[in-house]
């Protein structure tokens, strides 16, 4: 069965600095990977999607990367402000099996 | 919109009792899906709606059913509830297939099983 590995330890960086949260996947490559943030006590909110023939995906101050030899998708925050300390979770959707699969996530902890 | 709703936020059961959780959404999709969430664990898919009226089984369904009576509302019940089913609730919809567009959340509902 497929499985999802991320960070386990949280991640602690200095505001301003760019954050690089790792996800990475073993088998098959998905057709699409994802990304959201989960704040405390609340549900997870969606920040990015990428295809399996994307290599990269951009939005604002995120940056995504997706590499199907490495098995692993990258997640950077650039400019890292205190607000942008939450727990990030990447998703993996595949064909076959027409469900998401989450990662256990990774909590990024973002000082002043 | 309000979006993705959930009913009740928190709640503690006794070993055997029985609750019904219910998700409603607001945006007319077609997918819903109940999550849990445990520390480590990440979200575990339990059951899902690919449509009004239609059910299926995920990761962990064993302990819990489900239904999707209207189009805008997703139950899961726990007939009999158990210390293992002591965790976090989510509720989630989509338009399109799960993985292809955005995933929209509840805020969730935290059960402890006594």
């Known amino acids: 069965s497929q499985k999802i590995e991320q960070n386990s330890e949280a991640l602690n960086i200095q505001e301003g600095k760019t954050a690089t949260l790792t996800c990475n996947y073993t088998?098959?490559?998905?057709?699409?990977l994802q990304w959201y943030r989960q704040d405390p006590g609340r549900g997870p909110v969606f920040l990015l999607l990428?295809?399996?023939?994307?290599k990269e995906k951009r939005k604002e101050r995120l940056k995504v990367t997706f590499d199907t030899t490495l098995k692993q998708s990258l997640f950077h925050i650039t400019a890292s402000q205190p607000a942008d300390s939450a727990t990030y979770l990447c998703?993996?959707?595949?064909?076959?099996?027409?469900?998401?699969?989450f990662g256990q996530g990774t909590e990024l902890s973002v000082k002043p | 919109n309000a979006g993705v709703t959930q009913t009740p936020k928190f709640r503690v059961l006794k070993t055997g009792q029985s609750m019904t959780l219910l998700c409603a959404q607001d945006m007319n999709h077609e997918y819903m899906y109940w999550y849990r969430q445990d520390p480590g664990m990440g979200l575990r898919l339990i059951h899902y709606?690919?449509?009004?009226?239609?059910?299926a089984k995920g990761e962990v369904p064993d302990g819990y059913n489900v239904s999707r009576l209207k189009k805008q509302n997703f139950l899961l019940g726990l007939e009999s509830a158990a210390p293992s089913q002591t965790s976090v609730y989510f509720c989630a919809s989509n338009l399109g297939l799960a993985g292809t567009d955005t995933q929209y959340f509840g805020p969730g509902t935290r059960l402890t099983v006594l």
């Open positions: 709606s690919v449509g009004e009226g239609t059910t």
């Open positions: 088998n098959y490559s998905p057709a699409y």
């Open positions: 990428i295809r399996e023939n994307e």
């Open positions: 998703a993996l959707f595949y064909n076959q099996g027409g469900k998401l699969i």
